[in-house]
């Protein structure tokens, strides 16, 4: 079923004309975090941890549950796997994360920066104006890398592990961490629960894609020497193994000091012995995603067939 997900998204994507007509499942579990959070996140601290973790609960609950009972109403054989797949499609984002940052790459290796801003200001947090060609490449590469876990591997895992609950609920709890997860007075007590739920879930995937990269590149045990060296020193548990073996296998340094608003986040470089990433490293890195997500199909599809 996740396989046959991948490879629908892969061809597909979600089309904008679905999208306009229906929204996602992402932006539907997205409307009920936010008027839960506007509802629930105020008092106390306490107060405040203890109503988010009640929220986090409903809201992987509200996405699992569902999906649970859909799995179990599914036909047996190839036509169950089949419609298993269809449902399992929107919920895997490799063709979506695949464009948005092959339109950073394409103004940035045209000299376009207006353009190549306005498109990385679409992917990431920190202030486009801040960035030179330099930045702009760093950051897109870097949300290529991360995302290629949170976006595609992770989901497909957990689907892998648990069929359509599995896949549901990891959607539900990276979508309340992207939303509540974060480390400012608003929500740091309110989401601080889906925040570490989110770090538990992609514990593992992250560091599959990390190992997916390193295979892709063709020169794994350098990528492996660079993951085990510089991960563990990224502000996020999870987001620096596939950063550093995106780093290492096109041999560029990534993350570094950031700017977030007036704030200027001193973040480690990950294999700092490199160089900046150029505009042609965009290209790269696309195809190394594109070669690595073919060998986590590959590995699936090797899986299906020991199952079968």
Not at 107 to 121: E, I, K, W
Not at 143 to 165: H, M, R, T, Y
Not at 197 to 203: H, Q, R
Request: hydrophobic share 55%.
């Amino acid at each position: 079923m996740m396989l046959g997900g991948l490879l629908i998204d892969a061809a597909l994507g979600w089309p904008d004309r679905l999208y306009a007509r229906i929204g996602h499942p992402v932006t539907w579990l997205g409307r009920a975090v936010s008027a839960a959070e506007r509802r629930l996140n105020r008092g106390t601290r306490a107060r405040r941890m203890a109503a988010g973790a009640v929220v986090c609960a409903g809201v992987v609950a509200l996405a699992a549950v569902p999906a649970a009972l859909v799995q179990a109403a599914l036909p047996g054989g190839w036509i169950g796997v089949t419609l298993g797949a269809i449902l399992a499609w929107p919920l895997i984002a490799a063709r979506s994360l695949h464009d948005h940052v092959a339109a950073v790459a394409r103004p940035l290796m045209a000299g376009d920066t207006g353009g190549a801003r306005a498109a990385v200001a679409m992917i990431v947090g920190r202030d486009p104006a801040q960035l030179d060609t330099a930045g702009m490449g760093r950051a897109a590469i870097e949300s290529l890398a991360e995302n290629a876990s949170d976006g595609v591997v992770a989901p497909v895992f957990w689907g892998a592990v648990a069929g359509l609950p599995g896949i549901a609920a990891y959607k539900a709890i990276n979508t309340l961490d992207s939303m509540i997860g974060h480390r400012n007075d608003r929500f740091e007590a309110f989401g601080k629960v889906s925040a570490r739920l989110d770090d538990v879930a992609n514990w593992v995937p992250a560091r599959l894609t990390g190992l997916l990269f390193s295979l892709a590149s063709g020169r794994p045990r350098a990528c492996l020497s660079v993951m085990r060296r510089d991960a563990p020193a990224h502000r996020s548990p999870n987001a620096g193994w596939p950063e550093a073996a995106m780093a290492a296998a096109l041999i560029i340094r990534l993350s570094g000091p950031r700017i977030y608003g007036d704030r200027v986040a001193d973040e480690p470089w990950l294999n700092g012995t490199a160089g900046d990433p150029v505009p042609s490293d965009m290209d790269r890195a696309l195809a190394l995603y594109r070669c690595a997500m073919a060998l986590g199909a590959l590995v699936l599809a090797l899986w299906a067939l020991a199952l079968l």
